[in-house]
């Protein structure tokens, strides 16, 4: 028997089949629910449907791929018909190689990319996208694709560290090249795109082991920034402050008050991880990720892996009742709802200063002799993704 939400998803779909004419009305409609799901993420405000399938896209999409010939759409739609037809790989490939085949390309470094994501699938691995991704590198705005090349790089790392610090420098080395030399018809590229590029890179290399050649690319780096003082405003920054933290000690983390755990709580216990996740509890990607802090810590238990959700007074102070009681008591039943199994400790604003924290949520990965070993937004921690798989590393260290 189906279940319930299929038998109604497909109710929904074959009376709303009859009421597109283009497949770019037809993809609208199919990912509606992710796009408002994501933009409340984004606002920092709790969605209306507090979680989501991430398939629902790919599922309308399937249904209504359909009713689309592609020999019957042309221009701008062919682009439309390979984002509806995800599902459906070699439809959604012969329609957005048609797409890059033609001169109207808006699109175009949005369908590259999802070329190179078509050819992965088809193929089952990321050395044949590559050459794709290269084209990006060299030629298009980077800005709307940037976070799915660190995806790519990201998940290439699971399984094949090397390749994926391969991957890494050529990136950094093709941005940092057109930062500094421009070239006719080429979108220019920020520092902010190059220090990211470059911040990644040098993460790559420690977790390979390569230090000395991380070094040496954050040392390029720092000098970027100190000959341009005023390019360097966003993310790019940030990025860097984190790259700098890497394989250093620790800064401290002060308790003003302890949730959950003893008073005398210490952040930092020679022997064992520590992973510390910066939050507040209006911000709804924080909350989702409490319940996996939960798990991971249920995972490896306290003796291996120590798990703290970090916050201060100051960033929860919109709340309606903003005493420091108050505030405590919120978070403790955030705490008891999401994530029972860890601690929360209400830090100083000097802490997220130190740890460069401006925006949540951040989580930070300190090795057993304390040093940082990772800080960024990264916030999946299965063992398939990345920073999970080097959480395993660092515990059976």
């Given at each position: 028997m189906r279940p319930l939400w299929l038998l109604l998803l497909c109710g929904q779909l074959a009376s709303a089949q009859t009421k597109f004419t283009k497949p770019s009305e037809a993809y609208e409609y199919a990912r509606r629910p992710l796009t408002e799901w994501?933009?409340?993420?984004?606002?920092?405000?709790?969605?209306?449907?507090?979680?989501?399938?991430?398939?629902?896209?790919?599922?309308?999409?399937k249904a209504l791929c359909p009713s689309f010939s592609l020999d019957s759409t042309s221009g701008e739609e062919l682009y439309w018909l390979a984002k509806l037809c995800e599902g459906d790989h070699p439809k959604a490939l012969a329609a957005v190689q048609r797409y890059l085949a033609g001169t109207d390309l808006a699109h175009a470094p949005d369908a590259r990319m999802l070329f190179a994501l078509l050819?992965?699938?088809?193929?089952?691995?990321?050395?044949?996208?590559?050459?794709?991704?290269?084209?990006?590198?060299?030629?298009?705005?980077?800005?709307?694709?940037?976070?799915?090349?660190?995806?790519?790089?990201?998940?290439?790392?699971?399984?094949?560290?090397?390749?994926?610090?391969?991957?890494?420098?050529?990136?950094?080395?093709?941005?940092?090249?057109?930062?500094?030399?421009?070239?006719?018809?080429v979108p220019p590229v920020s520092l902010d795109c190059v220090l990211s590029a470059g911040s990644d890179f040098v993460h790559q290399c420690y977790v390979v082991g390569e230090t000395e050649q991380g070094t040496k690319v954050l040392d390029q780096m720092n000098g970027l920034v100190n000959s341009h003082p005023t390019d360097a405003k966003n993310w790019g920054g940030e990025d860097l402050h984190w790259a700098n933290l890497e394989m250093h000690p620790a800064p401290p983390v002060a308790v003003l008050k302890m949730l959950g755990r003893s008073s005398t709580f210490s952040a930092f216990q020679p022997g064992r991880v520590e992973m510390i996740s910066f939050f507040f509890l209006g911000c709804a990607p924080c909350m989702e990720e409490l319940s996996r802090l939960n798990a991971l810590q249920k995972q490896y238990g306290?003796?291996?892996?120590?798990?703290?959700?970090?916050?201060?007074?100051?960033?929860?102070?919109?709340?309606?009742?903003?005493?420091?009681?108050?505030?405590?008591?919120?978070?403790?039943?955030?705490?008891?709802?999401?994530?029972?199994?860890?601690?929360?400790?209400?830090?100083?604003?000097?802490?997220?200063?130190?740890?460069?924290?401006?925006?949540?949520?951040?989580?930070?990965?300190?090795?057993?002799?304390?040093?940082?070993?990772?800080i960024g937004r990264e916030i999946n921690f299965e063992d398939d993704d990345s920073l999970g798989a080097l959480i395993r590393k660092l515990i059976e260290e």
């Amino acid at each position: 028997m189906r279940p319930l939400w299929l038998l109604l998803l497909c109710g929904q779909l074959a009376s709303a089949q009859t009421k597109f004419t283009k497949p770019s009305e037809a993809y609208e409609y199919a990912r509606r629910p992710l796009t408002e799901w994501e933009t409340a993420i984004r606002e920092h405000r709790q969605p209306a449907t507090p979680t989501i399938r991430p398939d629902i896209a790919q599922q309308r999409g399937k249904a209504l791929c359909p009713s689309f010939s592609l020999d019957s759409t042309s221009g701008e739609e062919l682009y439309w018909l390979a984002k509806l037809c995800e599902g459906d790989h070699p439809k959604a490939l012969a329609a957005v190689q048609r797409y890059l085949a033609g001169t109207d390309l808006a699109h175009a470094p949005d369908a590259r990319m999802l070329f190179a994501l078509l050819q992965m699938r088809i193929t089952g691995n990321w050395e044949a996208a590559w050459g794709t991704i290269r084209t990006i590198l060299q030629g298009d705005p980077i800005d709307p694709v940037q976070a799915q090349i660190d995806a790519v790089i990201d998940d290439e790392a699971t399984r094949h560290p090397e390749k994926a610090l391969e991957w890494s420098h050529e990136r950094y080395e093709i941005l940092l090249d057109r930062m500094r030399t421009e070239k006719l018809g080429v979108p220019p590229v920020s520092l902010d795109c190059v220090l990211s590029a470059g911040s990644d890179f040098v993460h790559q290399c420690y977790v390979v082991g390569e230090t000395e050649q991380g070094t040496k690319v954050l040392d390029q780096m720092n000098g970027l920034v100190n000959s341009h003082p005023t390019d360097a405003k966003n993310w790019g920054g940030e990025d860097l402050h984190w790259a700098n933290l890497e394989m250093h000690p620790a800064p401290p983390v002060a308790v003003l008050k302890m949730l959950g755990r003893s008073s005398t709580f210490s952040a930092f216990q020679p022997g064992r991880v520590e992973m510390i996740s910066f939050f507040f509890l209006g911000c709804a990607p924080c909350m989702e990720e409490l319940s996996r802090l939960n798990a991971l810590q249920k995972q490896y238990g306290e003796k291996r892996l120590q798990v703290t959700a970090v916050t201060t007074y100051k960033v929860n102070s919109y709340l309606t009742s903003s005493t420091h009681s108050n505030i405590e008591a919120s978070l403790e039943k955030g705490r008891l709802k999401n994530a029972p199994g860890i601690g929360m400790a209400i830090t100083s604003d000097e802490t997220l200063t130190s740890y460069g924290v401006y925006g949540f949520p951040v989580v930070a990965i300190v090795d057993k002799i304390g040093r940082v070993r990772y800080i960024g937004r990264e916030i999946n921690f299965e063992d398939d993704d990345s920073l999970g798989a080097l959480i395993r590393k660092l515990i059976e260290e």
